[in-house]
């Protein structure tokens, strides 16, 4: 593949890059998931097992992706990865799925989180605006839309606008939120270990389990949902200054930064919790902090998801609109949306269609369902993008590869065929959303052919 022309302008440094994968990895997963693995494994050893497992094998991808990245900054990360190596049809179907499910899917998300975590201080926004008459609702009923879906929509557009206005001004919101919620995450796990309410023994105990190796692969799909978003800071890869050492840099400390919270927030949270109320409780920081500051502490973690969220949501449309933005630059998608901002040097039409569609998708009220598929058809693509690194070493051997991946070609087997085994157990478990994943993949396809007969002369 011929390389393309990136202008988008090289203005976001170390900081920046590294807050992207942190604050992006950082959304509700960590306020969320222990409930689910506690279900799956029952024991705190178990649950600690698990997330050293996840944090290795993101790893293993950061380490693998670095490679990639170093070797092709340019916008799109995993879109450039798969073209080059595959050719243009397989990243056209990823950017196809990033575009219209993967990304704006995960940003409408964010978004009801950020709503629901507000609710809890203004209940009203819980309540219905409109039914609309058409049949999207749950069980076909009616469609309900609440003014906390309105909030959600203020936010998303009020963060696309902000990231119109330059790469930098986006990078710099990501790095003072990232700053602020992790100090913020740093603050509940010190109030669980000096709160005065844990006991050792809460290490020992234990809650009713799925057990066994079923139970162990569903617990590590909550991790690698908690864990999922280190990848996207290699979608702005040509707006990152010096782009061979810091991508490597950011990919790899950001995501050893992620592990060490989330095991040391996990053991504050047992510290304090046995696994019985770990495995029954929705919110298991708010819990872990109400028993050591009373009813208040419940709200201060509250702030601190929103803060968390908010950082996520941020760092998702950033990076997610440099995919669509890198379709159009190939031809394979309209080219106003590859157009660059004279002044703000931003792809702004790329920027606001995400946001757009990502509105939509919080009004639809099917993101739930959507996340869903996401998870299962994001690890094939993962998968493929961590094999380009074996196979670019092959066709592309004149390649320059500033840096080389630690343990190569062991970290990146050990990382695809975990994946493969986490792609097969969901699609036994949850046959149905796999499949629909799939076909949302394949309805791709004939748009990739539209857009291939439009760029011939």
Not at 268 to 280: E, G, I, K, Q, R
Request: glycine share 10%; charged share 10%; hydrophobic share 50%.
């Amino acid at each position: 593949m011929t390389p393309r022309p990136d202008t988008l302008k090289r203005q976001l440094g170390l900081w920046s890059a590294a807050s992207i994968v942190v604050g992006t990895v950082i959304g509700s997963g960590i306020f969320l998931v222990p409930k689910t693995m506690v279900q799956n494994v029952g024991a705190p050893w178990r649950v600690f097992a698990v997330w050293a497992v996840g944090g290795l094998l993101s790893l293993c991808g950061a380490l693998t992706y670095a490679e990639l990245a170093s070797a092709m900054p340019r916008a799109g990360g995993e879109y450039v990865y798969l073209s080059e190596a595959y050719g243009p049809l397989t990243a056209y179907l990823y950017g196809w799925f990033q575009l219209w499910v993967g990304k704006s899917g995960s940003v409408a998300t964010l978004a009801t989180g950020f709503f629901l975590y507000l609710a809890n201080f203004y209940p009203p926004l819980e309540k219905i605006w409109v039914v609309t008459p058409l049949p999207f609702g749950e069980g076909g009923r009616p469609l309900e839309i609440r003014y906390g879906q309105l909030l959600s929509i203020a936010v998303i557009l009020f963060l696309s606008v902000l990231n119109h206005y330059g790469a930098k001004l986006g990078g710099g919101v990501q790095v003072a939120v990232t700053i602020a919620k992790v100090s913020l995450i740093v603050a509940i796990i010190v109030v669980g270990f000096t709160g005065g309410q844990g006991a050792v023994a809460n290490f020992h105990s234990s809650a009713p389990s799925t057990g066994g190796i079923a139970g162990f692969f569903a617990a590590l799909v909550a991790a690698m949902w908690a864990y999922d978003g280190w990848n996207n800071v290699s979608m702005v890869s040509s707006e990152i200054e010096k782009p061979h050492r810091n991508l490597p840099l950011a990919l790899i400390l950001g995501t050893l930064a992620v592990v060490a919270i989330y095991i040391t927030i996990n053991a504050a949270y047992f510290y304090v919790l046995p696994s019985s109320t770990v495995a029954v409780t929705d919110r298991v920081a708010s819990e872990m902090v109400r028993r050591s500051l009373g009813s208040w502490g419940a709200g201060f973690v509250s702030v601190a998801a929103m803060l968390s969220i908010f950082a996520a949501l941020n760092g998702s449309i950033l990076t997610g609109s440099r995919v669509p933005y890198a379709m159009a630059l190939d031809g394979r998608f309209f080219s106003a949306i590859g157009k660059v901002h004279p002044r703000w040097h931003t792809p702004s039409h790329s920027i606001l269609l995400l946001g757009a569609w990502s509105s939509v998708i919080v009004l639809s009220g099917r993101y739930d369902q959507l996340f869903t598929y996401v998870i299962f058809s994001s690890a094939i693509f993962y998968a493929l993008a961590a094999s380009a690194v074996i196979v670019l070493r092959f066709k592309r051997p004149d390649l320059p590869r500033p840096y080389r991946t630690l343990g190569y070609p062991f970290i990146p087997i050990v990382f695809i065929a975990t994946l493969i085994a986490l792609i097969l157990s969901t699609l036994f478990k949850s046959p149905r959303e796999s499949l629909l994943g799939l076909g949302i993949i394949a309805a791709g396809v004939p748009l990739y052919l539209y857009w291939r007969r439009s760029a011939q002369p």
